[in-house]
Nanobody, 116 residues
Framework: QAQLVESGGGLVQPGGSLRLSCAAS????????MGWYRQAPGKQRELVAR???????EYADAVKGRFTISRDNAKNMVYLQMNTLEPEDTGVYLC??????????WGQGTQVTVSP
């Protein structure tokens, strides 16, 4: 059974940067959509960024201009470069993929904490 594994989270001061990575362990054929959600304490899970095959990256308004999503199709990996981090960016970041047939895979999540 394929699964996703995130890495790169941690504690960073406001204004700092982190780069998250998400790798597929096992084969996931025909990926159509890859991206990142985040879950902040006491808040609903929200979509941060995604890339749909053949389309342009899409971002939540709160992270536009600060975060950049990229994808390595050959390796089935997705990355999230996060710059100018703010305390409001704190949360668990989860990567996901959706295949052309609608099958969804989730990672376990990686904690990002932005604090002085």
């Amino acid at each position: 059974q394929a699964q996703l594994v995130e890495s790169g989270g941690g504690l960073v001061q406001p204004g700092g940067s982190l780069r998250l990575s998400c790798a597929a362990s096992g084969s996931i054929p025909s990926i159509d959509n890859m991206g990142w959600y985040r879950q902040a304490p006491g808040k609903q899970r929200e979509l941060v960024a995604r890339i749909i095959s053949g389309g342009s990256p899409e971002y939540a308004d709160a992270v536009k201009g600060r975060f950049t999503i990229s994808r390595d199709n050959a390796k089935n990996m997705v990355y999230l470069q996060m710059n100018t981090l703010e305390p409001e960016d704190t949360g668990v970041y989860l990567c996901y993929t959706i295949t052309r047939w609608g099958k969804v895979y989730w990672g376990q999540g990686t904690q990002v904490t932005v604090s002085p």
